[in-house]
DNA sequence: GTGGTATTGATAATTATTCTCCATAGATAA
DNA sequence: TTATCTATGGAGAATAATTATCAATACCAC
């Protein structure tokens, strides 16, 4: 947790342990603006850019997985690896897809079909979640 | 081709089928600036913010996809469908990748799974291309 | 505790995309 | 062909998420 950001001559900060606890406990996909809003409740003071700043030092800790939306980036703390995401055009929810079978799969045929060598993936399905279905 | 842009009260202009004759000439997926650079050789006081109403059109009419990248969209004007798309880091190459199996079968499995309505689909998988390998 | 350095906060800068508004050109019918 | 109506184009301003700058501060190894 901390021995990782050490390493590489990053610090554990009271606002880095905070953002993570948030995303642990949230288990949603906030956004920059949403981490900001509830970062404030503890650090009255905290600045947008910081979390920006810290959002990143996470990410390339291996910490935090950047959902990669068009401008207007979420995160997610909880499974901070590449895994679907469901979008829902009503609500705008966020649901993980993951437990999806032949994800594998797809990623081992494109590394043979067009010898690629996958290092990330970024997969969204958008349309209407169970919810607003009614 | 002009039918359903006039079925939409839209009409078929020169710049927008010099746009759409550049994506299916380049067989690549050119962004906004790149395309604003091609049409300026044909159209020198064509505007930027042309190129942007003329990528709504057509996103809209169905006659072209966008790659929702990170601040840098790009656009598909041969396969105006959801496909995977594989992005090298390195030289930045944008390649096709559909033709892989399992797709259809992922999407089934999220509508059952989740009952989740799938209307759009952005599948990108960042890496090394075959020519960056050497 | 002290000192060196990473981090923070305030704010300016960046940049892709969208908006505004008037002039212009495409379609349609006379 | 000509008139008319309205969608479109061009120029530039506006927007908004993200990033850069820099002096003050907090972290942490010693
Ligand atoms: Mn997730
Ligand atoms: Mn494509
Ligand atoms: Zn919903
Ligand atoms: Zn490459």
């Not at 947008?48 to 068009?70: C, N, P, R, S, W």
């Not at 690896?81 to 079978?101: A, E, M, Q």
Request: charged share 20%; proline share 4%.
């Amino acid at each position: 947790m901390l021995t990782k950001l050490q390493d590489r001559g990053s610090r554990m900060t009271s606002h880095r342990l905070a953002l993570l606890r948030i995303m642990a406990v949230s288990e949603g996909h906030p956004n920059a603006a949403q981490l900001y809003e509830k970062l404030r409740e503890q650090f009255p003071t905290i600045s947008l850019a910081t979390i920006y700043k810290t959002l990143l030092v996470l990410k390339e800790d291996g910490q935090v997985f950047e959902i990669d939306m068009h401008n207007d980036s979420h995160y997610d703390g909880n499974k901070p690896y590449p895994h679907p995401h469901l979008i829902c055009n009503k609500c705008g929810d966020i649901i993980d897809g993951d437990d999806v079978s032949f994800l594998d799969a797809i990623g081992q045929e494109i590394q043979e079909k067009y010898n690629f060598q996958i290092a990330q993936s970024q997969l969204l399905f958008y349309g209407v979640c169970q919810n607003c279905q009614s």
